[in-house]
């Protein structure tokens, strides 16, 4: 019975050894496709890159597939509306949007246009990854809705304190996965790509609300 009890011991001791090594952690724990795009849309944009793969493994968990019950699609789970307004920020033209809302689970598209959008709910929220994080999942009316209601000022933090269970979830998953993808990661190369000029241009046209 010792002997079991033992062997037991040093088999979750091993499993616990295994999964702490940096390199299983990034295998199977915390794997970072699509890594190119996400570091040259997130240097871009100006967005940390690794709340943006945060992000996408909690929406995801990088499957390009991914349907949400209220129609949200691929990597970033984007709303084919949310999509539409994006599009239209960023000065496409119609038969662009066409084309990007028609191949929006594709990564390239899916991945441009979700980091475009937290880097703007970034800037909407003074930098507050809390918040930001609460609007990606809640929507940023619902957000504004909240700080009116209960007087939470730009420095919100307590995440505890959303109204929705499901957001406050979202919101901790996030923070806890951009943590570890910055520990794993964060001594890698940063891949910088300049912002294209049409961009910064109709990047910040009109301020609209969703």
């Known amino acids: 019975m010792l002997k079991k009890f033992l062997a037991i011991c040093a088999a979750a001791f091993a499993v616990y050894f295994a999964i702490s090594?940096?390199?299983v952690q990034k295998?199977?724990?915390?794997?970072?496709?699509y890594r190119k795009t996400v570091e040259n849309y997130s240097a871009r944009w100006h967005v940390d890159?690794?709340?943006a793969v945060a992000v996408m493994k909690v929406e995801s968990d990088f499957r390009e597939t991914a349907n949400s019950q209220s129609g949200a699609v691929g990597l970033m789970q984007i709303m084919p509306e949310t999509a539409a307004w994006i599009a239209y920020q960023l000065g496409e033209q119609p038969d662009e949007i066409a084309d990007?809302?028609?191949?929006?689970r594709e990564p390239e598209t899916n991945i441009r246009y979700g980091t475009w959008y937290l880097s703007e709910l970034e800037t909407e929220f003074k930098g507050n990854d809390v918040?930001?994080?609460?609007?990606?999942?809640?929507?940023r009316g619902n957000v504004r809705e909240w700080m009116e209601q209960n007087h939470w000022s730009d420095n919100f933090s307590d995440v505890d304190k959303i109204p929705y269970a499901e957001t406050r979830d979202y919101v901790k998953r996030v923070l806890h996965c951009r943590e570890?993808?910055?520990?794993?990661?964060?001594?890698?190369?940063?891949?910088?790509t300049p912002i294209a000029?049409?961009?910064l241009r109709f990047a910040r046209l009109k301020n609209l609300s969703l």
């Open 180 to 192: 570890k993808y910055s520990e794993l990661y964060g001594k890698d190369n940063f891949i910088s």
């Open 131 to 139: 918040l930001a994080l609460a609007a990606y999942n809640a929507g």
């Open 49 to 51: 890159k690794f709340l």
């Open 100 to 104: 990007d809302i028609k191949n929006l």
């Open 27 to 33: 295998k199977f724990l915390y794997p970072f496709p």
């Open 197 to 199: 000029l049409h961009e």
């Open 21 to 23: 090594v940096p390199a």
